[in-house]
């Protein structure tokens, strides 16, 4: 016989990886618009305003962040898929009654399926936010990065609370 607690924790799993999966949705969504607005309406290597230190430059990355493993496309989509399965066989086992790792997980997979988009459609992936010293990058990059501060936030933090209580 099922209890009640048995219910509520699987209902707040399934509303759980709805969040999650909707703001990767969204991530996914929102990146790809970009890169195909930037695709559509810039030349490649263009720059909006053309000097400044915040400004949209239309570049492609055949390699990871910042960069590293320049023209290693095939390497760097095997790893995304990887990732990406690795991540949805754990799915379940995931805690997620925390909001902070729903969206730190859910930026983290909206991005990498972001990029790989754009990996396996064309090799490369588009780039157009140029921010002063830093390399440039697109909403994926962002979402990774943010979505991985979170995590290290819970799991430092949040996680290392509850394990104490």
Do not use: C
């Not at 703001?23 to 305003?49: C, F, H």
């Not at 492609?60 to 399965?85: K, Y």
């Amino acid at each position: 016989m099922i209890n009640s607690d048995t219910m509520n924790k699987s209902n707040q799993k399934a509303t759980g990886g709805f969040l999650l999966l909707a703001l990767a949705a969204l991530v996914i969504g929102i990146d790809q618009l970009t890169k195909y607005l930037v695709r559509a309406n810039m030349e490649w290597g263009q720059s909006i305003p053309s000097e400044g230190f915040v400004r949209l430059t239309y570049a492609t990355n055949t390699g990871g962040a910042f960069g590293i493993f320049a023209n290693q496309t095939f390497l760097l989509a095997v790893a995304a898929v990887l990732g990406i399965l690795v991540f949805l066989v754990y799915f379940r086992h995931i805690p997620l009654e925390s909001m902070l790792l729903k969206i730190g997980l859910g930026l983290d997979l909206g991005g990498a399926v972001g990029n790989l988009i754009d990996r396996l459609r064309s090799g490369e992936v588009t780039d157009f936010i140029d921010i002063g010293p830093w390399p440039v990058f697109n909403v994926a990059d962002s979402a990774i990065v943010v979505g991985t501060i979170i995590i290290v936030y819970y799991l430092l933090f949040t996680a290392q609370k509850k394990a104490r209580s």
